[in-house]
């Protein structure tokens, strides 16, 4: 497995942008497709993004698509969500994840391999 350390969450208005990070360890980083999920209070976790090992192949949920964008640097062995246009409804623990594989495909969590801590987004109206 990969361990997976999220960063950059905070408190924003609505409108503005944020961006997340995971640091993952180990050396082959680049062998395993990352995504991000989410989690608000009383909710279930849920798919935000995924990246397969390039970075070219991306999946976004359909509440997401067109205001975040997802990418990876290998070389730094991290994974990114540029989160843009926030809403109060993007409010939640933001949690990194790790699957071994090509591409990113799924919204299921018991798919993920490996998950980080969690970091807090907030956005406030």
């Known amino acids: 497995q990969v361990q997976l350390v999220e960063s950059g969450g905070g408190l924003v208005q609505a409108g503005g942008s944020l961006r997340l990070s995971c640091a993952a360890s180990?050396?082959?980083?680049?062998?395993?497709?990352m995504g991000w999920f989410r989690q608000a209070p009383g909710k279930e976790r849920e798919f935000v993004a995924g990246v397969g090992w390039s970075g070219g192949n991306t999946y976004y949920a359909d509440s997401v698509k067109g205001r975040f964008t997802i990418s990876r640097d290998n070389a730094k062995n991290t994974v990114y969500l540029q989160m843009n246009s926030l809403k109060p409804e993007d409010t939640a623990v933001y949690y990194c994840a790790a699957r071994y594989g090509r591409l990113w495909y799924t919204r299921n969590t018991a798919d993920v391999g490996s998950w980080g801590q969690g970091t807090q987004v907030t956005v406030s109206s």
């Open positions: 180990g050396r082959t980083f680049s062998s395993y497709a």
